[in-house]
């Protein structure tokens, strides 16, 4: 349950981050709504999920996920170059996130 809930506080924040794009700086009131509604889930379903599982541990795998998955989305829908060094900081951020799994 606690990883489905993890899971779901990621999509919350990746939605907040493209709607965030979308708003073109808060210029556009519906994705700039959409946004805030997300972000706001998402950080309810954070509060819940650092009463059942270690607060470093839940984020490290929420910004870490949301990092790579942005880095993908900007490459494939948005055209950004993805250089050598931001390959390296994500494979160190999963590194670094399934090592912070193995450790409870």
Same mark, same amino acid.
């Given at each position: 349950?606690? $990883?489905?809930? &993890?899971? &779901?506080?990621?999509?919350?924040g990746?939605?907040?981050?493209? *709607?965030? =794009?979308?708003?073109?700086? %808060?210029?556009r009131?519906? /994705?700039? @709504? +959409?946004?805030?509604?997300? *972000? +706001?889930?998402?950080?309810?379903? @954070?509060?819940?999920?650092v009463q059942? @599982? /270690?607060? !470093? *541990?839940?984020y490290? #795998?929420?910004? !870490?996920?949301?990092? #790579?998955?942005? #880095?993908?989305?900007?490459r &494939? *829908? $948005?055209?950004?170059?993805t =250089? /050598?060094?931001?390959?390296?900081?994500? +494979?160190?951020? #999963?590194? !670094?996130?399934?090592?912070? !799994? %193995?450790?409870?």
């Amino acid at each position: 349950m606690t $990883f489905l809930v &993890l899971a &779901l506080a990621i999509a919350s924040g990746l939605s907040g981050t493209l *709607f965030t =794009r979308a708003s073109h700086g %808060f210029k556009r009131w519906r /994705p700039a @709504l +959409a946004a805030v509604v997300s *972000f +706001a889930c998402a950080t309810l379903l @954070l509060s819940w999920l650092v009463q059942r @599982l /270690p607060v !470093g *541990f839940v984020y490290a #795998v929420w910004t !870490g996920t949301a990092a #790579v998955v942005l #880095v993908v989305v900007d490459r &494939l *829908f $948005f055209g950004v170059r993805t =250089r /050598p060094v931001q390959l390296l900081g994500m +494979a160190l951020t #999963v590194l !670094g996130v399934t090592i912070l !799994g %193995f450790q409870g």
